[in-house]
């Protein structure tokens, strides 16, 4: 796969993600797919796991949407910086359990690195600030940048 065409998947599964259209997410993923929540630690396999990842984000914030704001794709992958924004009014599953929906708003910054061949994602992370996301969520002080 070109850099463009890597580029143009990982769009298209943002895309899908903002039209919650799961089955689309998981037909570009391969069944040997190793997903990694960084700060939590979760790991998600196989094109369920990926639509695991993916239903559990939109459960969480149903009316949630992403926007990319910086892409950097090759030939074997590629890196997406983007903001998730909405409103917290589902369950939010961790590896502590369920974090009970706060109805606050959120706009959190995320990277995600998707390692891509023959045109299914193969592998990859979401890096995120935890702190940034419980302080928005109530459940912890704002960091101060977050406050200024």
Known sequence: MTAQDNAALVRDIHSAWNRRDFDRIASVTSDQCNWVMIPTGQKFSGKEGLRQYSQGWASAFPDAQIQETNLIAGDDGAVIEFVGRGKHTGPLSGPAGDIPPTGRDVELPCCE????????????????????????LGLMPQPAAARA
């Open 113 to 136: 690195i998707y390692r891509i061949e023959d045109g299914k994602v193969i592998g990859g992370a979401i890096y995120f600030d935890m702190a940034t996301l419980l302080g928005q």
